[in-house]
């Protein structure tokens, strides 16, 4: 079955870059989603179609996707960043989740 | 507004079943494929299941196929997750989730609040 792998967890300092990767074979030879959750609270897509930002997502979200790797990138990362973020992928009729990274703004 | 809300969970025993619904308002369900994602407590996503717009196409996931069955009905715009043979690994919130299709180019757009499922003896 299809895996997607993330990193459990990952600190970032306010103003700084975070960068969230995702690995799974040949993952850039599918679509990639993000998912942001913060605590108590449901999923909310940030990125889908590997790049694009739904309405309301702020610039600072951007997402790539190549080869085996997509990678979620918060510029500027503000305190309200902090959460658990979430890659997707759909797999044949399956769909995969990462298993998550707890992002920390501190 | 486009808004999800779940209901029907609960505390059932192992062996048990229970019914969760999905209503949908703010947009036409029948437009859209739905789909079924439980987090167990402390834990990250899990997909469960997804169907199709008009209910033609369902798939699961491998930890539930054959004990749970997704449906929907567009008329009413709801969808529904017929849940038997619960087992305590069973236990999560249970979140409904839209997604345009099931062809793997759109991502889960809109999410409801999730309903709780404890299997428990």
Known sequence: SYELTQPPSMSVSPGQTASITCS?????DKYAFWYQQKPGQSPVLVIYQDTKRPSGIPERFSGTNSGNTATLTISG????????YYCQAWGSSTVVFGGGTKLTVL | EEQL????GGLVKPGGSLRLSCAASGFTLSNYSMNWVRQAPGKGLEWVSSISSSSRYTYYGDSVRGRFTVSRDNAKNSLDLQM?????EDTAVYFCARSYDTSGAYGMDVWGQGTTVTVSS
Do not use: H, I, Y
């Open chain 1, 24 to 28: 799974g074979d040949k993952l850039g």
């Open chain 1, 77 to 84: 990362t503000q305190a309200m960043d902090e959460a658990d």
């Open chain 2, 5 to 8: 809300v779940e209901s029907g």
């Open chain 2, 84 to 88: 038997n043979s619960l087992r305590v």
